[in-house]
């Protein structure tokens, strides 16, 4: 169990007064299935009895029964997505979590990661408490059920008053749907609603918008950063109990995570993408016949880039969406094969081509280097990679997947080396000021940034607890079983 | 989730200091296939890492093969067959159970059932305890990790002293092997050991002692009821925590639980079944031509039976071993298609015969009629019901599954009523005294039975607490997440 | 692909004029489950459409659901258990097989084998017919499909006429179910009847007649050696194409195949095993304390030697029928591993004990070791087996999965040095005459004896074509596509 | 079984002389999925012995086994991947198929369809042919094995002369790959070659270029129409054993079929998708903000419309790739569904704008109705939607799935009509004219079209013998089993 394991991003949703609470549920988890391909989850509920279906795989592969629908029973559900980590998976990871509490049943889903939830599991079972998975979501479940709290609400408060880290969360009681954000904001959550076929309107909540077009649903508003809403048979109440100093909303979201076809924190994703990519245009502009985007999450920017420099925007890479990660190598003669089997050159379109290359990273650099070969071997003239982000030179530990510090390429190499090793003629990055002049903002404040941009500046708005104390390294004591 | 869920009757094996221990528990597990054919787990240790595999279905499709087995590290192992009971299982209730307590892995494997699980959960839930399935087992596992004990069985022990009912456990924590019998030792658990091929040898708990032939092992001897044993690097050492003012093993292993090649309680039970054979001979002889058992388990008694009576035994049922429970019935015509499935008349052997048929016991007595019918039908002349048990009119709460009483035959009907339902020519059980006989007994002891018999007799050996409080009526509360 | 895979073991089964004719046909095949594990199909006619359905597997996990049944429309349908044999197994070669025929549609199930079968699919294959599946069975439905007869009768006789070996086959037509036996009448074949609802009969046809018992139906007749039966709306029509100088009824049918309560050629095989263990039992009297069988298919001949023995009948070995034949062997401690899966001796009830073991036969002799060495460390003092057969010393070509001679142990040592091998203080056969007593003739006639007894004779009634030829070693001509 | 099942779109694959020959197949039909999702197969050939997988669903999912791969032994393969019609599907329809012929294995893959094989399937079974499957495929092989001509290359042209229809094939023999396309060259197949690691060439057949680039090979040349190629240790030799009159390749492949990065019939197909918007902009222009695709197909053509007519190009309508078809709609509120699992409107970008939708095909006009309501309610002014193609009057019965004509919104009603059904503002097609100019030529030769176009034109080239003989209808004749 590696300690990426704890690094998620994920999808939730939630929903309450609609008769057909699971079905919309199920279909809002596959459209922010971008968010998350490992596993997914529904938890509904009846009249106090909550009704369970997890799996691994694809919400359109386990989801989609009439079967499992009808016995996901009741007017309120609560969703989750998991993403495709590295290594084994176990079901008893797989959110929603739920739990028998004093006060009735409880589920929750959890789209972020905790910074303390290593060292707050060691506190709790030398208390006694059980775990029953890996998961850093489970201290919550723990801390609330613990809690003296009088109302369900209060102990959600209690609990999260003892946490650190991003946390979006959807949960589900027997009177109510809760959803709450971190006091920085750092993941998405939006509020909306959606009638039935009698007008009789119902509330969601999700982690984009595009979640709520696929119901047929409308967006009302972003939960705000550090807020808490209450949705019962009585309506939206929104509380504020956490103190929240700002709004740090994670820049990469725009970046790359979310769809572009959602509004995030009042944006549209994709416009802010096509921004980016003028910007990029207009600080790294070089001499060329084209702009390729690598698909599909440089398409965006490349727009962008192409309309901003006239230079013309082809598809010279084609994307193959069947699914084939794990293909037998033939022999060490088919150069590049794992960036083949999804990415082809499209060699009439860049045989004898100054090529601009668009693409929204670069994490380890390893498939950069392949693409950028690909194109060559397709006839590409000159090869200029443009990236539309600043380079990623830290981890994230605000539930984003990625690598240690070693392994990102900018965390130890200059462009001008990353260049030479990717095998391009010139590489420039997006400036991090051009990256908030993207989304808005007139630049960077660099006293109290605007977003969380941990991934590019280091800055980190949240306490590390687990990783400043080490506590991470002495896994045998906590996680005894393997799965 | 109906009540029955509680009962189960289950099988358990544990190893320590065999380099093949997993290996060892799965063929153990499948020798004791017969105590549970729902669901199978094994969890190892390797250094104070825990490893696991559970998995619904034999132990011969689950845990042959060498992946499986070779990630179950280690050289101790405990596992657990589940009975399959009607209806929907889950596989978070399948064991062993495991937890990370602030002294490191614990994991536990449980046969019988307590009596006093849902007021247990009640009160722990109340103080903010997690559960994680809808087993009795899961609460002893709770109470071990409130315990304030310093060492883990002072913490086993302390949570013991709490709980009521039937258990017979097999523990594995990061440095021993621990088995207990509860103070009545209603379930059995024997204690052996295996050689290596360099001769080291390794101790051995099971259920029955089939488990330890099975692995080439000896038999060393029975657990005693209210033992405690620790099996670890310096040998066995025996505890006896609890009160043990009598000991009350569950009469009904010999009649038909345990495998007849097992010793339980010092007795070969096979030969115990023949014993019974006999007495009912004794008891209830009837002039006739055959004595055709009901196969499997009416065989011992069977042979028994004919011995004593002179009259020749003979296969007048065949039995199907080939699974086939759910076949689509033809229409009518098939008349008791499903004892069909597994039984056959030997037309040739009963027709014009005067039969007496032997079986273990009579539950609702469905298929005792419809195999009574099916001899009929095959031309026997008369058929005398011989069985080789009191009448079962009382529900078990100790660990095996049975109905409800109004749906147990002998607990509404008279032996002539019951005749008259099943359609034989005669009907005759053996008498309790004829039961204590045949285990070796002069005769019961009213005051104080020898073993417990409250299937026949309605004298519960142990509190009913949840029965008697009706908290199993209020499942709501306790289980509020339906699978 | 080995030769061995021409070797089937089958059952077949079919129904007319009854509409739930694939319903009573998978419980046919249920009954018939003992003739072949491997995998099992039916295949069913609504008003000249055929419906289909094969799977690797039983009866029991493939033939179960309202689903499969339902889509095997119409009033008449044939069904197939195929035998598991060593190595891989192709769905193409799953029975019964289908053609689209000139005269319609055509459907054929054949329990036996074909001598010739090579030789003619080499021809065949010249004339440019195409094969799909590596079964011997498929000559027969090219041969219809070439033949320039005028009906469908004509057809299937014309082909008979061609082909050499053992078959007893089913055939369904779009008006008629069909059964035919080869000349000699190996392999067994009954007519049976079942009633509907509100009366009406349909015929039946089976290779045994457990499959009449378990659909409530009752027997008719053997179909006799040479005979075809048509059956339609009219009822059924016998005729005699084929000479028939003789009947050879596989003897071994007795001793091992056929189901105990089945009735084949008009004898109970249970009533004729327990003879051979009378016969044994005079031939070969050992003094003994106790007569234990291999169980299962050594419990009649068992019994049988008991009575006549006066020495007790004792379940000394029990048997474990959950299925497990591949554990890993923990190491090499484990001694016998193989039989213990299945087996255990019952110690309590051995030792110290004179045991006469009872089983049908010895192939390669290595389980009989291992079982004779498990009954000695249960400390039997004396071992003296019997065998239920003479020594197999042929191997078969007209049905059965034998071993080649090679790995007969009959066939390679006497009786003195068999006995050494398998440690037994003594071994006895039952003598050819013994056994043709049990049956029912004074004794074999060797100039032409009654029963096809070549693996115990060496005389072969049907020419081995395809052997003498050496066909079956050029396989790579004729059969280019491994599965 | 409807008639759709004979009109398969395919892909195609063959490799000769490569020691990972399986492996490369299986990256070369990932690469043509494209070309049907359904099913896919390999079979090999190893010195004279052929080794085969096939399954139902992605080669993604199947062949990515170092299992699979490595038992698909020998230096030459061929595969196939079938396309998802509507309906059950049967194994034993999936390519490649095989035979034993006299001359030894064969095996066959096609892309195209045969517009006379029920009359020859007829005419076989008259002859006595069996058919395993209901494949027009099939016919090939069985004409194959009964000529009688002396080599399997005068056999197989033997064969084609009597088939009618279009083909593509790839065949395998003990000696050779062996790759043909019908007289008119209606369906695409290339010659390639790639090296091994050691230098060694081997020779490549795939439908597509973009197969030869997965393994990183060159494209050398497409097959002639009416070319037969033999590949074997000596090279490739070419043949034209049939008559020629002219060239017909399907045009549709460029509208649609083939994936961008190809090159087929030496035109690059992104290219030609370009070319087709620009002449759809330069014919039907309109006043309006933004030019969008309807996502994937229609991309390339609105990127030509954009350039052309300088309206800025816009992801305007945002694809989910992952998987689900058939989720569970939750009541008649969420509109459109079935769009949007798949699709979803870009809101920020169309709310008040003016928009071209471009898409490649309008068939039934279903889904175009439903996007244009979505792209509507997302604020849009004005929706005008230009087709990349004439309209599509006539079905195809050369190897592509499509509706009846009753069923083709073209057929059936005027630009004006269709206009309305589908709610936009204005609605235009490419002419015919406009087309061929995409494609190179000056314009569409009326008199012997330059391409196969009856999709649009209703001008077949090649006879419909079946259709024209009514056979098709009596398919209880022809095929009389059901799956």
Redesign the interface.
């Known amino acids: 169990m590696s300690f990426d394991k704890f690094n998620d991003e994920c999808g939730v949703f939630g929903i309450f007064g609609?008769?057909?609470a699971a079905?919309?549920t199920?279909?809002g988890l596959?459209?922010l299935?971008?968010r998350g391909?490992e596993a997914a989850g529904v938890?509904s509920c009846d009249h106090?009895?909550?009704?369970?279906h997890r799996a691994l795989g694809?919400?359109?592969?386990n989801?989609?029964?009439?079967d499992v629908?009808s016995r996901l029973k009741g007017t309120a559900a609560i969703g989750h997505n998991r993403y495709s980590t590295a290594g084994g998976t176990m079901?008893?990871n797989v959110q929603p979590f739920?739990?028998?509490?004093?006060l009735?049943?409880f589920?929750l889903a959890h789209n972020g990661n905790l910074t303390n939830a290593l060292t707050l599991r060691k506190e709790l079972?030398?208390r006694?408490?059980?775990?029953?998975s890996t998961s850093d979501t489970e201290v919550i479940?723990?801390l609330v059920?613990?809690?003296p709290g009088v109302t369900i609400e209060d102990r959600i408060i209690d609990a999260l008053k003892q946490v650190e880290g991003a946390y979006s969360l959807v949960m589900l009681t027997?009177h109510a749907l809760i959803g709450v954000r971190d006091p920085l904001g750092v993941r998405p959550l939006v509020l909306g609603k959606?009638?039935?076929?009698k007008g009789k309107e119902a509330y969601v909540l999700a982690s984009e918008s595009?979640a709520l077009?696929?119901?047929?649903g409308s967006y009302v508003r972003d939960i705000d950063h550090g807020e808490m809403v209450v949705i019962n048979e009585n309506g939206v109440t929104s509380l504020h109990p956490f103190p929240t100093p700002m709004r740090r909303f994670c820049i990469f979201e725009y970046v790359y995570f979310a769809?572009?076809?959602s509004?995030v924190e009042h944006k549209?994703v994709?416009?802010v993408r096509k921004r980016i990519g003028a910007e990029l245009a207009r600080e790294n502009g070089v001499k060329a016949d084209l702009v390729v985007p690598v698909p599909?999450s440089g398409?965006?920017a490349a727009?962008g880039y192409a309309?901003q420099s006239k230079i013309?925007?082809?598809?010279g890479i084609?994307r193959?969406?069947?699914?084939?990660?794990?293909?037998?190598?033939?022999?060490?003669?088919?150069?590049n094969?794992g960036v083949?089997?999804k990415h082809?050159?499209?060699?009439?379109?860049l045989s004898g081509k100054r090529v601009i290359l668009v693409d929204d990273s670069i994490v380890r650099g390893t498939t950069s280097k392949k693409i950028v070969t690909m194109v060559r071997e397709a006839g590409a003239k000159e090869v200029h990679m443009r990236i539309a982000s600043p380079p990623t030179t830290h981890s994230c530990y605000y539930g984003v997947d990625t690598p240690e510090r070693s392994q990102l390429l900018a965390a130890n190499h200059s462009v001008a080396e990353m260049a030479k090793l990717i095998g391009v003629d010139s590489l420039a990055f997006l400036s991090i000021d051009g990256l908030y002049r993207a989304v808005g903002e007139a630049k960077r404040n660099n006293d109290i940034p605007q977003y969380c941009d941990a991934c590019f500046s280091g800055e980190y708005p949240i306490a590390l607890t687990d990783k400043d104390s080490g506590i991470g390294g002495k896994q045998?004591?906590?996680?005894?079983?393997?799965?």
């Open positions: 609609n008769a057909n079905a919309h199920a279909l596959h459209a299935q971008h391909q938890v106090g009895q909550f009704f369970a694809l919400v359109g592969d989801f989609n029964s009439a629908i079901l008893r739920f739990a028998d509490l004093s009735g049943g589920s079972i030398n006694g408490a059980l775990f029953h479940v723990h059920a613990l809690s027997p959606v009638a039935d076929a595009c077009d696929i119901i047929g769809r572009p076809d509004m549209n994709y416009a599909d398409v965006p727009i309309e013309p925007f082809e598809l084609i193959n969406h069947y699914v084939g990660r794990t293909f037998i190598e033939p022999s060490d003669t088919v150069r094969l083949k089997l082809n050159a499209n060699t009439a379109v045998s004591d906590l996680f005894a079983e393997m799965a």
